[in-house]
């Protein structure tokens, strides 16, 4: 239900009003129920009240609104926007109204030579016109490709017309070709030309006739400024509109030169620039744009390699308003050459006057046949002197021949010679002198052999000076040191097991005793006597019983044993002889073992049951009694122990659904006797899906069910194994929203009565309409102040936004006593004076006080004010009057207050 009140405009056939709660609502004048929000606008903005319309040209429409905040809107229909013009008003406003708000639009004929007004971007463009600029002779069009006739009537004819100018002599008006259903007739030759309609030419043949004609000079081209007038008839010559093109002929062409072509020097730049003084100034507009060889438009371009340069001048949006000019720019190189000099260290070179001693590189630049640079380089090499050494030993004694002459003692001398790149080359002879040598020998021979050393054999120990000459050829002495070694005995003891044999010097032995074995000394070289002492140990033999259970195994001789059996092996004892086990093994037989299980589906609970009972066993959750009952969802397993200790293990899976549960989000109903309360089905868990949902036994594919009357209902879901959740949900029903206005009052001419809103909750929207003679009309509590009897309806909506409504009547008495609310006092002998009127009145006394409580007019009698104050004329504004008058039938005094108006 939609809460419509408020002003009416009448738009495109289109009845609109401005609602309540920042609505613009679309009415449907025939059924007004069915109206719809036609956009809502933002809270941020004040309620609007008044709207009107308003013929804008012959085509457009526009919406104003009064706001609450007494400004005038803008309303815009086309983007649903709502802006403030600015505009405000002295008192609030609730209606407007325009005489043109209910009429259809006039426009019946329109021509347009640019539709989207383009050519305004050339110049200043006559409303529905076109504007051109060009620079030369060309054939220039009177209207834009995009240009537009509207017509409501069968179009007679259009007319083009260059208007009158200096050189008219000179103009061509002509067309490109000529459309079929179109006459053309040139009335007055190159100056009017009139295209009649044939019979059967739409308005699209005669834009497209507009569109091919065109304007030039036949004679010498002249600038200025041409106006072409269009005139479109219709309806037998009753209807017609006019559009004017203005084509603007620039003085061209605006040559200009970059310069003749040239040559620089590498190194150099070269400022290319265009005059200042081409751009051209129409109005506020400027014409003219650069445009250099790369796509810049700077006024100014560097060129810094060789190439050709060359920029465009351009009047934009002028046909035919570019000019350009090209320059070469070439860069001569530098000449540069170069040889290469070398010179022995310690020489000296002189360039330019000036000895160098090290390397380096030496340049002079002289002026080339092309004006630039032209440079010659030497890069001056020293090279070193030569050195070589040479390192030679001689034995005491001897000599060596260097530099001529026999040199016997030891030092470094030297001998200067000439190198292959004619440097001197210096050779130094570095000479050692060996000494004799005398050379120590210790050595060790057997007792019973010879040592030959230096030709000589040796038996006996002792010590002996013997000559020789040693590996540097020079002579040497050798002092012999000589020991003899005696024969050696060891005593070797060993223990072996019964049946091995034990080897020493080649010989094998398996005998228990005392053993002799002669064998040479590894250390000497010499005899060495061996006392072998043999020891045997005898096997021995070790039996063991075992029981292990069935599946189980036990690892016996390097395998691993499963079955019943008699196993032999033999080992390695602690004193490393061999030892013989004997192993007999039993295997016992498992129990049996299983589980069965019993499964409540809804309830998500399980029971299984371990088989045989009365047996050791443990579940894998840790329950040990037979029976167990799970609520998850896991592998279980159970493992049985018998007498013997043997165990046997059986497991299964359970997969449980859990229970179904939910709980219910209620949304109560706003408003009493409203149907938008909501029950929805949520924190839906456990079950297994598709879920169908039940709201008083009724099926639902969707959890929630809306909207829902104040009562009581049973949810329940149901899932795909029948399993059900339900509940009870109770929506009660809010208290109704009761306004009450008060009783029916009767007051006496210019008496206020306080209008007080009484609700059953505490409102938070009040309004009073009509809000006439109401201090405050959105105030629970007003003051009303009517000349004349008036019935209010009281509007409220409380916290939850449901309304209320009540109404009080107020009855004026009938005093016959007219007061105005307004004069103006400006001598024009209409309302100039302020009174009252009516039979049977004489007026006692006047006063009139200013808003700040001051009095500016006190008069005894009927005398009325002539918005003076003290003498002098008395501001705009409102005035407090205070009017004293006896009933001349009665004799009744009476006392009337109230507000004027002073309006100059």
């Not at 008044?50 to 803008?74: H, K, R």
């Given at each position: 239900m939609?809460?419509?009140a ?11 009003l401005?609602a309540?709660f920042n609505n613009i609502v679309?009415?449907?004048i025939?059924t007004?129920?069915?109206s719809?929000?036609?956009f809502?606008y933002?809270d ?6 008044g ?5 804008f040209g ?5 919406s104003?609104?009064?706001g609450?905040d007494d400004?005038f ?8 926007e709502i802006?403030p013009?600015?505009c405000?008003t002295?008192?609030s406003?609730?209606g407007?109204?325009t005489?043109d708000?209910?009429q259809t ?11 989207d007004?383009s ?6 463009m006559p ?5 051109a600029v060009?620079?030369?002779?060309d054939?220039?069009?009177?209207a834009?490709?995009?240009m ?6 069968f179009?007679d ?8 100018h200096p050189?008219?002599d000179?103009d ?16 007055i030759?190159?100056?009017k030309?009139?295209l009649?309609n044939?019979g059967?030419?739409?308005t ?18 002249s600038?200025?400024?041409?106006e072409?007038?269009?005139?479109a008839?219709a ?9 004017i093109a ?6 061209g062409?605006?040559t ?6 040239t ?7 070269l400022?290319l ?6 751009a ?7 014409f003219?744009t650069?445009?250099?060889q790369?796509g ?9 390699t060789s ?9 934009e949006?002028a046909?035919g ?6 320059i070469e720019v070439n860069?001569a190189d530098?000449?540069l ?16 006057g000036q000895?160098f001693?090290t390397?380096t ?5 002289t002026?080339g046949?092309?004006g ?8 001056l090499?020293f ?6 050494l040479?390192?030679s030993?001689?034995?005491?004694g001897q000599?060596v021949?260097f530099?001529?002459q026999?040199i016997?003692?030891a ?7 000439t ?7 210096i050779?130094l002879?570095d000479?050692?002198?060996l000494?004799?040598d005398?050379?120590?020998?210790d050595t060790?021979i057997?007792?019973g052999?010879?040592?030959i050393?230096a030709g ?5 120990p ?7 000459t040693s ?10 040191r000589?020991?003899v070694?005696p024969p050696?005995?060891t005593?070797l003891?060993v223990n072996i097991c ?5 080897q020493v010097?080649?010989?094998?032995f398996?005998?228990?005793?005392m053993h002799?074995v002669l ?5 000497t070289g010499?005899?060495s006597l061996?006392?072998l002492d043999?020891?045997?140990?005898p096997v021995a ?5 075992t029981?292990i259970?069935e599946?189980?195994?036990?690892l016996?001789g390097g395998?691993m ?5 008699i196993?032999?092996d ?5 004193t490393g ?7 007999n093994l039993a ?6 073992v299983s589980?069965s299980?019993?499964t409540d589906t ?11 009972t009365?047996?050791?066993?443990v579940?894998s959750?840790?329950e ?7 609520t998850?969802?896991d ?12 165990s ?6 359970i997969?449980?659904t859990p229970p179904?549960t939910?709980?219910?989000?209620i949304t109560?109903?706003r408003c009493?006797?409203t149907a938008d309360?909501?029950i ?8 297994r899906?598709?879920f169908l949902f039940?709201?008083d ?5 969707t959890p929630v069910f809306?909207?829902l009357?104040?009562g009581?209902?049973?949810?329940s879901?149901?899932?795909?194994y ?7 949900a109770l929506?009660?029903?809010p208290p ?7 009783d029916?009052?009767?007051?006496a001419?210019g008496?206020?009565v306080l209008?007080s ?12 309409l009509?809000p006439d003679?109401?201090?405050c009309p ?6 009303a102040?009517?000349t004349?009897n008036?019935t209010?309806?009281l509007?409220?909506l409380?916290t939850n936004g449901c309304?209320g409504t ?12 007219y007061i105005?609310n307004a004069?103006?006092?400006?001598g024009d002998?209409?309302?100039d004076?302020?009174?009252a009127?009516?039979k ?6 006047l006063?009139?006080?200013n808003?700040?409580?001051?009095i500016v ?15 002098q ?6 005035y ?5 008058y ?5 004799g009744e005094?009476n006392?009337i207050s ?7």
């Amino acid at each position: 239900m939609m809460n419509a009140a408020g002003d009416l405009t009448f738009r495109n056939d289109s009845l609109f009003l401005a609602a309540f709660f920042n609505n613009i609502v679309l009415v449907d004048i025939e059924t007004p129920m069915n109206s719809q929000i036609y956009f809502t606008y933002p809270d941020t903005l004040p309620d609007i009240y008044g709207i009107s319309t308003f013929f804008f040209g012959c085509d457009s429409l526009v919406s104003f609104g009064a706001g609450a905040d007494d400004q005038f809107y803008l309303i815009d229909f086309g983007t649903n926007e709502i802006t403030p013009t600015g505009c405000t008003t002295p008192t609030s406003v609730y209606g407007l109204a325009t005489i043109d708000e209910w009429q259809t639009s006039d426009c019946k004929l329109r021509i347009d030579l640019d539709g989207d007004d383009s050519s305004a971007l050339s110049g200043p463009m006559p409303e529905d016109g076109f504007y051109a600029v060009i620079c030369g002779p060309d054939f220039t069009p009177p209207a834009d490709t995009d240009m537009v006739i509207v017509s409501d009537y069968f179009i007679d004819s259009v007319t083009v017309e260059v208007l009158p100018h200096p050189d008219t002599d000179q103009d061509s008006l002509g067309t490109v070709g000529q459309i079929p259903g179109i006459h053309y007739a040139f009335p007055i030759p190159g100056k009017k030309m009139v295209l009649s309609n044939a019979g059967s030419a739409t308005t699209t043949d005669f834009e497209e006739a507009l569109q091919q004609s065109f304007l030039t000079q036949s004679g010498i081209y002249s600038p200025g400024l041409w106006e072409i007038q269009i005139i479109a008839w219709a309806n037998n010559g009753t209807v017609s509109d006019t559009a004017i093109a203005n084509i603007l002929r620039l003085p061209g062409p605006q040559t200009f030169s970059l310069g003749g072509d040239t040559t620089l020097c590498n190194g150099t730049e070269l400022t290319l620039a265009l005059p200042q003084n081409l751009a051209y100034q129409i109005d506020t507009f400027t014409f003219g744009t650069i445009t250099w060889q790369d796509g810049s438009h700077n006024p100014f371009f560097t060129a810094t390699t060789s190439g050709s340069y060359f920029a465009d001048f351009s009047w934009e949006e002028a046909p035919g308003c570019t000019w350009s000019d090209t320059i070469e720019v070439n860069f001569a190189d530098t000449v540069l050459t170069q040889n290469a000099l070398t010179q022995c260290e310690g020489e000296s070179f002189i360039f330019n006057g000036q000895a160098f001693y090290t390397d380096t590189l030496l340049c002079t630049t002289t002026v080339g046949f092309s004006g630039c640079d032209s440079t010659h380089c030497i890069n001056l090499t020293f090279l070193p002197v030569g050195l070589t050494l040479l390192d030679s030993t001689i034995c005491q004694g001897q000599t060596v021949f260097f530099n001529g002459q026999q040199i016997n003692t030891a030092g470094i001398f030297a001998d200067t010679l000439t190198g292959a790149n004619g440097c001197d080359s210096i050779l130094l002879l570095d000479l050692a002198i060996l000494p004799p040598d005398t050379t120590h020998i210790d050595t060790t021979i057997c007792q019973g052999s010879t040592l030959i050393f230096a030709g000589q054999t040796f038996s006996l120990p002792g010590e002996y000076l013997l000559p020789f000459t040693s590996q540097d050829g020079c002579d040497s002495l050798a002092e012999l040191r000589l020991s003899v070694s005696p024969p050696d005995t060891t005593l070797l003891p060993v223990n072996i097991c019964e049946g091995e044999s034990f080897q020493v010097g080649g010989q094998s032995f398996a005998t228990q005793g005392m053993h002799e074995v002669l064998l040479t000394s590894q250390l000497t070289g010499c005899d060495s006597l061996i006392l072998l002492d043999l020891t045997l140990t005898p096997v021995a033999e070790i039996q063991t019983d075992t029981l292990i259970c069935e599946g189980e195994s036990i690892l016996f001789g390097g395998q691993m044993l499963y079955q019943s059996g008699i196993f032999t092996d033999t080992l390695t004892g602690t004193t490393g002889c061999d030892s013989v086990v004997t192993l007999n093994l039993a295997v016992l037989p498992v129990p049996a073992v299983s589980i069965s299980v019993q499964t409540d589906t809804c309830g998500g609970i399980a029971q299984l049951t371990a088989q045989p009972t009365g047996t050791d066993l443990v579940w894998s959750n840790g329950e040990m009694q037979n029976a167990i009952k799970i609520t998850l969802s896991d592998n279980y397993s159970v493992t049985v122990t018998d007498a013997n200790g043997c165990s046997a293990s059986a497991d299964t899976t359970i997969m449980l659904t859990p229970p179904l549960t939910a709980s219910l989000d209620i949304t109560n109903p706003r408003c009493h006797d409203t149907a938008d309360g909501s029950i929805e089905i949520a924190d839906l868990q456990g079950g297994r899906a598709p879920f169908l949902f039940f709201l008083d036994g009724m099926p639902s594919d969707t959890p929630v069910f809306a909207p829902l009357p104040a009562g009581n209902y049973v949810v329940s879901v149901q899932d795909d194994y029948g399993c059900e959740w339900s509940s009870g949900a109770l929506l009660p029903s809010p208290p109704p929203f009761e306004l009450d206005a008060g009783d029916n009052q009767t007051i006496a001419p210019g008496q206020s009565v306080l209008l007080s809103a009484t609700a059953s909750s505490p409102p938070d929207t009040v309004w009073w309409l009509p809000p006439d003679y109401l201090n405050c009309p959105t105030c629970p509590e007003t003051e009303a102040t009517p000349t004349e009897n008036i019935t209010y309806r009281l509007f409220a909506l409380d916290t939850n936004g449901c309304p209320g409504t009540d109404t009080i009547a107020i009855i004026v008495q009938s005093s016959g006593v007219y007061i105005p609310n307004a004069f103006s006092p400006n001598g024009d002998g209409i309302n100039d004076l302020f009174t009252a009127y009516g039979k049977h009145l004489h007026i006692e006394s006047l006063k009139i006080f200013n808003r700040w409580g001051g009095i500016v007019w006190n008069t005894q009698g009927d005398v009325p004010w002539d918005g003076t104050a003290n003498g002098q004329p008395a501001q705009e504004g409102v005035y407090v009057f205070l009017l004293e008058y006896t009933h001349t039938n009665t004799g009744e005094v009476n006392v009337i207050s109230g507000d004027v108006l002073l309006i100059r």
